[in-house]
Nanobody, 124 residues
Framework: QVQLVESGGGLVQAGGSLRLSCAAS????????MAWFRQAPGKEREFVAAITGNGGTTSYTDSVRGRFTISRDNAKNTVHLQMNSLKPEDTAVYHC?????????????????WGQGTQVTVSS
């Protein structure tokens, strides 16, 4: 059983930064694409960023490209999301997820393990 545990969320002013982390249990972490999704109240879960198993390819949704950076440390079974220039519209619960696919897919249905999420609130 794979467990994903997020940390690093919090309250920040617009223009500020946060760094989210996701710790994964289990072996062969480097074999899997990892991603961050977010869900705001009353909205559907949406893709934020993904990274392939070896870290060689990343993908971002347009609204965060240039502000957010996804990275991973396979030696520590962790994936990170560095979020800069935060905006109030970035407020959401952020979840990390694992996919069995080898490319950085943006579809919720392509991910089979999910963390409980960490709250990010950006004040104006």
């Amino acid at each position: 059983q794979v467990q994903l545990v997020e940390s690093g969320g919090g309250l920040v002013q617009a223009g500020g930064s946060l760094r989210l982390s996701c710790a994964a249990s289990g072996r062969t972490f480097s074999s899997y694409t990892m991603a961050w999704f977010r869900q705001a109240p009353g909205k559907e879960r949406e893709f934020v960023a993904a990274i392939t198993g070896n870290g060689g390819t990343t993908s971002y949704t347009d609204s965060v490209r240039g502000r957010f950076t996804i990275s991973r440390d396979n030696a520590k079974n962790t994936v990170h999301l560095q979020m800069n220039s935060l905006k109030p519209e970035d407020t959401a619960v952020y979840h990390c997820a694992r996919s069995w696919l080898s490319w950085p897919t943006n579809r919720v249905s392509d991910y089979d393990y999910w963390g409980q999420g960490t709250q990010v609130t950006v004040s104006s």
